[in-house]
């Protein structure tokens, strides 16, 4: 078991929005949330990672054993969480290449050598058909959607997390930018042994990966799991009977 969480309940604000969810996560497994408009996705994702602004109330929630919740952001991500956000922000000042080399350094403890770590940038670059210019760019400023979700996806697969949160990563993009998006996310399914949970209302992104666990989540509940058939269901007839329930 890699993430283990147990009764969640989160508030944002005084707002009540995840009621006792419970969910498990295996490592290398790829698990699938998908819901309606203010079910509570992003907000699992987000008090996984641990932002400030969303209060868990009540539960318990472990990664390899140790417990996330006396753990500050930063310190889950060291420990190997990893979340892509939907809107990724633009950072001043640093370019997306020093950006990932420091997260490398901090998450290994070491200074990474800068020859091997540039060839592998730019073939993971090339990969999500990046140019390599933007290596060198500010942190997403003045970069498209489409670009910044591939940021995003590049850092996820330079850092190698093991467990890695893709909040609506499919959101806004072209149908070629899902593909390369989707190759990238393909890549780090295949290649490592890091846990994937993938929050989206689209499938685009999931057609060429392994899903071991679907969960529809519900105001704020999980209320069915199933594998992957579970999408072509909601695909046909929505979320309606789930709501229901």
Known sequence: MLLDIQNLTVNVADKEILHGLTLSVGKGETHVIMGPNGAGKSTLGNAIMGNPNY??????????GENLLTMETADRAKAGVFLSFQNPIEVPGISLANFIRNSLDIKTGKRTRIWDFRKELEAKMKLLD????YADRDLNVGF???????SEILQMLMLKPSLAILDETDSGLDVDAVRTVSNGVREFNETTDGA???ITHSTRILEALDVDYTHILVNGRIVETGDKTLIDE????GFEKYQEM
């Open 55 to 64: 209060t868990v109330k009540s539960g318990t929630m472990t990664l390899d």
């Open 130 to 133: 990046m140019d390599k210019s």
């Open 144 to 150: 498209s959607g489409g670009e910044k979700k591939k």
């Open 196 to 198: 994937l949970i993938i």
């Open 234 to 237: 909601i695909n046909r007839n």
